[in-house]
């Protein structure tokens, strides 16, 4: 089992093209845990951001009545992916895994399967 920091650290060392990575809790918005960033990037500003598309989609799916799991939203910059992947089970209701990934040296299938794993692996 994976602590927050270490599984915020292996994600940034095992996953290819990782810019930064955070776990955030969706119903307040705050980052438990961030790593990486840069002074353009403000990973907190960024993570309560994405709260709101996370909220947005729960939102529609109850709207709609759809009975599934939201296993991860992906959003494609001209140069970046930001990939956000909600935790389940575990008291990880209301959480994600926000990863960065520079779309120039990133795999994206290998990073939504290297993000499942460390998710599976994360304590809370």
Not at 36 to 51: F, P, Q, R
Not at 88 to 111: E, H, P, S, T, V
Request: aromatic residues 4%.
């Amino acid at each position: 089992m994976l602590t927050v920091e270490t599984s915020l650290k292996e994600a940034m060392t095992s996953i290819e093209g990782s810019v930064a990575a955070a776990l955030v809790d969706y119903t307040s918005g705050m980052a438990l845990g961030t790593l990486g960033g840069s002074k353009d990037l403000d990973l907190t500003v960024a993570a309560a951001g994405n709260t709101d598309v996370i909220r947005a989609k729960v939102r529609t799916m109850e709207m709609l009545g759809l009975k599934d799991d939201i296993e991860d939203v992906l959003i494609t910059l001209g140069s970046q992916y930001h990939l956000l992947r909600l935790i389940r089970g575990r008291g990880g209701n209301g959480l994600f895994l926000y990863l960065i990934l520079d779309k120039g040296r990133a795999n994206l299938a290998m990073a939504r399967h290297q993000l499942r794993r460390i998710e599976a692996e994360l304590e809370l």
